[in-house]
């Protein structure tokens, strides 16, 4: 590897063989032309500096050339395929590598399990080098060094080799990009906070309290609680930096060329270690305008669809995806347009909370409406669907709309973190409040799915009969979760029922952080327990064995099939139709306790894809929290 004065990265490394020399170059020149004028307009817009340009075009030129043969083989297999993420055979899957694994090397060696649960898809949860300190890591989201693996997971090379053996089993690899803000421990934190000027230029210092007061103005804070504030003092330098999320995590200023250029050249340096999928981690923040509140501005569409075209130019096999956790109407413009996309596929942050707002309410009004406005975007746009997360569920709903059926938003908050750890009546869910503000009444939740659907309460208690209820509400989401259009993907250890782990309490450095209670360890003795038939693991891991086959199988459940939300007259019924040519899947959940008797669309036969049995049916019985999959014979 080598090094210009300033940074700069790229592989020296050249792709071998002479003969597949010309070709390159000519792949190559053919895509920058392709992009080049659109690229150079809105680069040019931002920062009105053709040097940076052209040398970032020159590092476009180095990166390509320094990517394996193998990951141009794949991006010239997925460019003729088109969307390969949006096969209905993708499953994707979750995972902390130290939790689950310990180290990458681990991961590999555990392939075969992941295998086993059908999954080809595996979000590697942050491993980049980040503080020891977890009390200053922000669970790895605080940077400190963009080319380097945390030294206890593992190598670069490690990880590149992992890619690789993923590569030839089928398996895509996701990892997080933190492009908003470094650790207080990167290199450029550190030489900025010594006075160096070129690296103070890479942040947000100020001087000047008007400045700091206009922002706590108009600029809401991200956590309120744990980190009020959006600017940390620095005694040394006697000004402030700006600190959006924690103190320990600066914010970049994009508005500096030479950030947007080194990012993006680590952008390509991660994915020319086999990286397929790159999380976009909290876009909409990323520039920052004084007078606003610094939230889905212009630039950050700008910024993102510069870096479409850039993977496009260099690795057009990798799909970006954008953790965009805002109000609906905020979401889909991170698409982009067909002429001029931006992410390849967006977080369904939305439907996931309104989901969890359902089955504490047992009324599916809301989620209809949130269904519905996701059925009514250009099939085209593909959504990263999910139960549970390393996350909190921030419950960031439709509240004018639950106003007008009399649900306030405080109380209505108040209800369901309520609901959620087990305090109010017929509730059996577990798990703990985070970033709780007792000044606005507001708090979000924290818990696994097993937990929130009643296992681990059932488990704890001996309750035979309501770990039967809890392990069929979990069934029925999972089953609602891949009813929905997009790639659906698994929390590790959901899919053998993991509880919550409240050993984080015990720990000076992860104690004030309740996320850390879905962020166990993985349990593999509950994996030893998947073939003993009485074990809730077995229960639950077959189940959805059954479900991914089916929809697996199914052309149906494909991207191409047209969605529809049903008005199902009871609120409890969330009826769901998948047309596919002459295919009609009718899909219904029941969320209450309360048994259903739905009654069919008039056809000659239904098949139960469940049970298989095809026969001439029109109603059909449902308990509660159950669901069906009937598709018309």
């Known amino acids: 590897m080598k090094a210009d004065a300033r940074g700069t990265t790229a592989s020296s490394a050249k792709t071998k063989g002479s003969a597949s020399r010309p070709k390159n170059n000519e792949r190559f020149r053919e895509r920058l032309a392709r992009h080049h004028d659109e690229l150079r307009w809105l680069y040019m817009e931002l920062y009105d500096n053709g040097d940076m340009f052209a040398e970032l075009c020159e590092q476009l030129r180095a990166f390509f050339d320094a990517r394996p043969a193998d990951l141009k083989q794949l991006d010239a297999e997925r460019e003729a395929e088109g969307a390969w993420y949006r096969k209905r055979d993708m499953l994707g899957m979750q995972m902390y590598i130290d939790n689950f694994a310990g180290t990458i090397k681990g991961v590999e060696e555990h392939l075969d399990y992941l295998k086993r649960c059908h999954v080809n898809y595996v979000h590697l949860m942050p491993f980049l080098d980040t503080p020891a300190d977890k009390s200053r890591s922000d669970g790895g989201y605080a940077v400190a060094d963009f080319r380097r693996v945390r030294p206890d997971l593992g190598t670069m090379d490690d990880l590149a080799h992992l890619a690789r053996t993923c590569h030839a089993q089928g398996i895509s690899l996701c990892m997080d990009f933190v492009m908003n803000h470094t650790s207080e421990d990167h290199e450029w934190a550190r030489r900025a906070r010594a006075g160096e000027g070129e690296y103070m230029s890479r942040y947000f210092f100020e001087r000047n309290q008007a400045v700091i007061d206009q922002y706590t103005r108009d600029v809401p804070q991200v956590f309120p609680t744990t980190a009020p504030g959006h600017y940390t003092y620095l005694p040394e330098l006697g000004q402030s930096v700006m600190t959006q999320f924690y103190p320990y995590q600066w914010d970049l200023n994009y508005r500096n060329p030479r950030v947007f250029n080194e990012m993006m050249y680590n952008f390509l340096y991660l994915a020319n270690q086999g990286m397929d999928i790159i999380r976009i981690d909290a876009v909409p923040y990323i520039w920052k305008e004084l007078g606003t509140n610094c939230r889905n501005l212009p630039q950050v569409h700008t910024i993102v669809r510069m870096m479409r075209m850039i993977g496009e130019i260099v690795c057009p096999g990798i799909v970006l995806l954008g953790e965009v956790v805002m109000e609906p109407k905020e979401v889909a413009p991170y698409f982009g347009t067909p002429e001029k996309p931006e992410c390849h596929m967006l977080y369904n942050v939305t439907t996931m909370a309104t989901t969890w707002h359902t089955v504490a309410t047992r009324d599916t009004r809301l989620l209809r409406r949130q269904m519905e406005a996701v059925c009514a975007l250009p099939r085209t746009y593909t959504f990263l669907n999910y139960l549970r997360c390393h996350d909190d569920i921030g419950w960031g709903l439709d509240y004018p709309t639950l106003s007008a059926w009399g649900m306030e938003e405080v109380p209505h908050k108040k209800y369901l973190n309520d609901y959620f750890l087990g305090i109010v009546a017929g509730s059996d869910s577990r798990g703990a409040l985070y970033n709780d503000d007792p000044t606005t009444g507001d708090a979000r939740f924290c818990g696994t799915t097993a937990s929130m659907c009643g296992v681990e309460a059932a488990g704890f208690e001996g309750d035979d009969d309501k770990l039967a209820w809890a392990l069929q509400k979990d069934i029925m989401l999972h089953a609602y979760l891949l009813t929905q259009s997009g790639l659906p993907i698994i929390y590790s250890g959901d899919e053998v029922g993991q509880v919550n782990d409240y050993s984080y309490r015990d720990d000076p450095e992860r104690a004030d952080d309740s996320r850390y209670i879905h962020r166990g360890k993985f349990p593999w003795e509950l994996v030893d327990a998947i073939d003993d038939?009485?074990?809730?693991?077995?229960?639950?891991?077959?189940?959805?064995?059954?479900?991914?086959?089916?929809?697996?199988?199914?052309?149906?459940?494909?991207?191409?099939?047209?969605?529809?939300?049903?008005?199902?007259?009871?609120?409890?019924?969330?009826?769901?139709?998948?047309?596919?040519?002459?295919?009609?899947?009718?899909?219904?959940?029941?969320?209450?306790?309360?048994?259903?008797?739905?009654?069919?669309?008039?056809?000659?036969?239904?098949?139960?894809?469940?049970?298989?049995?095809?026969?001439?049916?029109?109603?059909?019985?449902?308990?509660?929290?159950?669901?069906?999959?009937?598709?018309?014979?």
């Open 533 to 633: 038939a009485d074990s809730v693991p077995h229960r639950l891991f077959e189940a959805l064995s059954d479900l991914e086959d089916i929809r697996r199988e199914e052309p149906v459940f494909g991207a191409e099939a047209t969605v529809r939300v049903c008005d199902a007259a009871d609120p409890a019924l969330l009826w769901i139709e998948r047309t596919l040519g002459e295919e009609v899947l009718v899909a219904v959940f029941n969320f209450s306790d309360e048994g259903k008797t739905v009654t069919l669309p008039a056809a000659p036969a239904y098949t139960d894809l469940v049970t298989g049995v095809t026969e001439a049916v029109e109603t059909v019985d449902m308990c509660g929290w159950d669901f069906m999959w009937m598709k018309r014979a």
